[in-house]
C-alpha cells in the first residue's frame, strides 16, 4: 500500500494516539467520532446539576507509564498532569481509624517493606515475600499464585490492583496482573507516582490532543457514527455513515478505535471481550481541606478511593456493579460518611453527581484477556485500537495509548 489518507475512526484516547501518531509523521488523517466530542471513556463536561465542568471519572496514570506519559508530552500539556510528587499512597482503615502510608523508595533495592512508616502497619518485610509472585507472567488467576487474604492483600495490593484492573483482583488475570506490577508497582517508587489530570481530564489529555490534530491540519468531524465498513478481496473499500458514506482510494486505510462491542458487529469474525465492569464516580461540590493528600485509599466504606480537586472532592469505586441497585441518593449520603470520617468533618450533605459508567471497562478476568485480538487484521489495509486489544496491559489509558501507538506503526509500515 502507498500513502493515502488515514481513516481513524473513534475519538476515544486509543483514536486520539493513532491520529496524533500519524499527523506527526504528516500522513492526511481523518478522525471520524460518533458523539458531539472527543474522550469516549476518559471524557469532562458541563454538568447542571454540578453547575461546573467534571470529569466523567477521576483517572490516574502512574509515572511508569510510558507511553500516556510520552503522548501527553508530545501534545505538551505535562503541565495538567498534577498529584503526589513522590509516590505516597495514604490510607485510612475506616473500621479502625487507623492511618498509614504505603510510600515505596525510588531506588531499584525496595528497602521501603523494611520501613514501619512505609508499609502496612501490622506487617513484617518478610510478609512480603510470597507477593514477588505477581511479577510472573501465568494464564491462571491470580488467586492461584499469590495468597488473597491478610493485612498487605487487604489493605495494600487489593485495593491498588482493584483500581488498576477494574475487576475482583482475586479472580483477575495474573498475566495481566503481573505488567500492572512489572511497569509500576514492582519496579520502584519513581515509576508509581500517581498523576492526576488537573482540572479535568479534557484539559490534559483531550483538547491538547485536538489542538495538535488541528495544527497539523488533520480532518476531524464529530457526530459521525461509521456503521459499517465495507470489505472487498483483502481490503476495506468504504465506509457507511447512514445518509452518507466514504469510498476508499487504493492507498486509503482505516484504524477502527471504537469499543469492542461495536468492532465486534464491524468486522466479520472478530472475537473481542463480553464481559465488563462498572465503574461509579461521585462528585461532590466542597473545597477540600488545604492539607488534603491528592488521593487517598479508603479501606471498609463505600468511597475506595477520595480525590481532593481545588474546587471540589471526588470518590471512584471500581469493578461497582453490585452497587448497581442502590439508590443514587444512598449511594451519596454513605460516600459522604466516608469523606467526613477522612477529614474528620460532620457536614451535611453538599451538592453532589455520581456518575456511573456501566461498561467502564473489559473484565480482566484470563478467560477476557484471551478474547482481546491483536491490532493486525486480515484485511490488509485495518488496523484495530483500543484498551480492549491485546497489549498485555488492563484497559487503560495506558493500554489505550499504546494500542493506538501500535495501529499506526502497522499502517506505516504497510506503506
Ligand atoms: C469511570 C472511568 C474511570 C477510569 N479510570 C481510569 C484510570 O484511573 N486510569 C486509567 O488508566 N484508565 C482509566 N479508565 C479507562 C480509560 O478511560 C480507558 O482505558 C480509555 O479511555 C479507553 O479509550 P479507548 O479509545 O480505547 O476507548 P473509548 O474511550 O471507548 O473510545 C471509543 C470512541 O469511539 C467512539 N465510537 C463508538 N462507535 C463509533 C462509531 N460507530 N463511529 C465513530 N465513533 C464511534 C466513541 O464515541 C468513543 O469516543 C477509566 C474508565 C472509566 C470509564
Excluded at 501518531?21 to 504528516?26: E, M, P, S, T
Excluded at 469492542?260 to 462528585?283: C, K, S
Excluded at 488521593?295 to 470518590?315: C, H, K, N, Q, Y
Excluded at 460518611?337 to 453538599?350: G, K, N, Q, V
Aim: with cysteine.
Amino acid at each position: 500500500m502507498t500513502g493515502g489518507r488515514v481513516y481513524v475512526i473513534g475519538a476515544g484516547l486509543s483514536g486520539l494516539a493513532a491520529a496524533v501518531a500519524l499527523a506527526q509523521r504528516d500522513i492526511p488523517v481523518t478522525l471520524l467520532e460518533a458523539a458531539a466530542h472527543a474522550g469516549g471513556r476518559c471524557r469532562s463536561y458541563f454538568d447542571p446539576q454540578f453547575d461546573s465542568v467534571i470529569d466523567n471519572g477521576n483517572h490516574v496514570i502512574l509515572s511508569g507509564n510510558t507511553a500516556a506519559q510520552d503522548f501527553v508530552k508530545t501534545l505538551g500539556a505535562s503541565a495538567h498532569l498534577g498529584g503526589p510528587s513522590d509516590a505516597l499512597f495514604p490510607f485510612l482503615d475506616l473500621h479502625t481509624g487507623q492511618r498509614w502510608n504505603f510510600h515505596p523508595n525510588a531506588g531499584a533495592f525496595p528497602w521501603w517493606v523494611m520501613s514501619d512508616h512505609r508499609r502496612v502497619p501490622g506487617t513484617h518485610a518478610r510478609d512480603y515475600w510470597p507477593y514477588r509472585k505477581l511479577r510472573v507472567t501465568t494464564t491462571t488467576q491470580v488467586r492461584d499464585t499469590v495468597p488473597v487474604s491478610g493485612p498487605i492483600w487487604e489493605k495494600l495490593l487489593r485495593p491498588i490492583l482493584l483500581a488498576a484492573l477494574n475487576t475482583e483482583p482475586e479472580i483477575s488475570s495474573q498475566a495481566l496482573t503481573a505488567t500492572v506490577v512489572n511497569d509500576s508497582l514492582g519496579k520502584n517508587g519513581a515509576a508509581c507516582r500517581p498523576c492526576i489530570a488537573v482540572p479535568t481530564l479534557s484539559a490534559a489529555f483531550i483538547e491538547p490532543a485536538l489542538k495538535f490534530l488541528k495544527a497539523r491540519k488533520a480532518d476531524v468531524r464529530f457526530g459521525q457514527r461509521v456503521r459499517t465498513l465495507r470489505y472487498e478481496d483483502t481490503r476495506v473499500i468504504g465506509l457507511d455513515m447512514g445518509d452518507q458514506s466514504i469510498a476508499l482510494t487504493p492507498g486509503d486505510a482505516v484504524i477502527l478505535a471504537v469499543p469492542p462491542w461495536i468492532a465486534g458487529d464491524m468486522v466479520p469474525n472478530l472475537t473481542v471481550p463480553n464481559e465488563f465492569r462498572e465503574i461509579a464516580n461521585a462528585h461532590f461540590k466542597r473545597v477540600p481541606p488545604k492539607d488534603a493528600a491528592p488521593m487517598t485509599g479508603l479501606i471498609g466504606g463505600a468511597a475506595e478511593w477520595v480525590f481532593a480537586f481545588p474546587d471540589r472532592i471526588s470518590v471512584t469505586i471500581s469493578a461497582a456493579d453490585a452497587l448497581s441497585d442502590v439508590p443514587r441518593e444512598q449511594l451519596a449520603a454513605r460516600i459522604w460518611d466516608d469523606i467526613c470520617a477522612l477529614y474528620r468533618w460532620d457536614e451535611p450533605l453538599p451538592v453532589w453527581q455520581i456518575v456511573r459508567e456501566r461498561r467502564a471497562t473489559f473484565a480482566a478476568t484470563p478467560e477476557q484477556a484471551a478474547r482481546r485480538p491483536g491490532a493486525a487484521t486480515i484485511w490488509r489495509n485495518l488496523a484495530l485500537a483500543g484498551d480492549w486489544t491485546d497489549t498485555g496491559l488492563p484497559a487503560t489509558i495506558e493500554s489505550a495509548v499504546r494500542s493506538g501507538n501500535k495501529a499506526a506503526a502497522l499502517i506505516l509500515q504497510s506503506r
